[in-house]
């Protein structure tokens, strides 16, 4: 079984919806990440967690929320979602220190915004 | 500012032949260093990292990145490329210091295998 799963894998909506991506883990891991991935700009930080109670903006968190609903669950919401925030949302976990900084990576989830 | 640069957007090289993607940051100090390759429709997997100690890393599936200081440059390597190495590769790097948490991840190099 994939130690970071993401749901859904792949997701269409309509601009204006609310959506929700989830992401769980397995590996005991207390800090998880959200990334989109876009053509030509690798991959850009929009929240991090490193703990249920510790919620972070990274660099593009603007009409990105989170939830942190356990240690294993992180999800991403899109309030009113709008074609510039189609992209491919990657999310990863990593150990605290001294183990940290190697993230591991669910499979991604492909959202098209129309 | 903290960045890292892959210069070539695309490389395509024949089956057998050698490969060097590079990877250049800019930071104050030596950060902690990470290689990972994204198959077609696949998530990102770790391929190598440096955080300290020997400046040539070597990692799965082949590959190896040697770390120079003096050219804050970090470069991947494989002497003989196969067709399941068509991929997309990613440098990253994080500050390396305690609480550290950010990757910072370069624009990406896919390489296309010729057969």
Known sequence: DADVTQTP????????????LECSQTKGHDRMYWYRQDPGLGLRLI???FDVKDINKGEISDGYSVSR??????????????PNQTAL????????QPFGNEQFFGPGTRLTVL | AQSVTQPDIHITVSEGASLELRCNYSYGATPYLFW????????????LKYFSGD???????GFEAEFKRSQSS???RKPSVHWSDAAEYFCAVAPAASGTYKYIFGTGTRLKVLA
């Open chain 1, 9 to 20: 894998r792949n997701r269409i909506t309509k601009t204006g919806k609310r959506i929700m």
């Open chain 2, 74 to 76: 970090f470069n991947l």
């Open chain 2, 36 to 47: 990972y390759v994204q198959s077609p429709g696949q998530g990102l997997q770790l391929l």
């Open chain 1, 89 to 96: 949302y990657f999310c990863a976990t990593s150990d605290r």
């Open chain 2, 55 to 61: 400046t040539l890393v070597q990692g799965i599936k």
């Open chain 1, 47 to 49: 929240y991090y967690s």
């Open chain 1, 69 to 82: 609903q356990a240690q294993a669950k992180f999800s991403l919401s899109l309030e009113s979602a709008i």
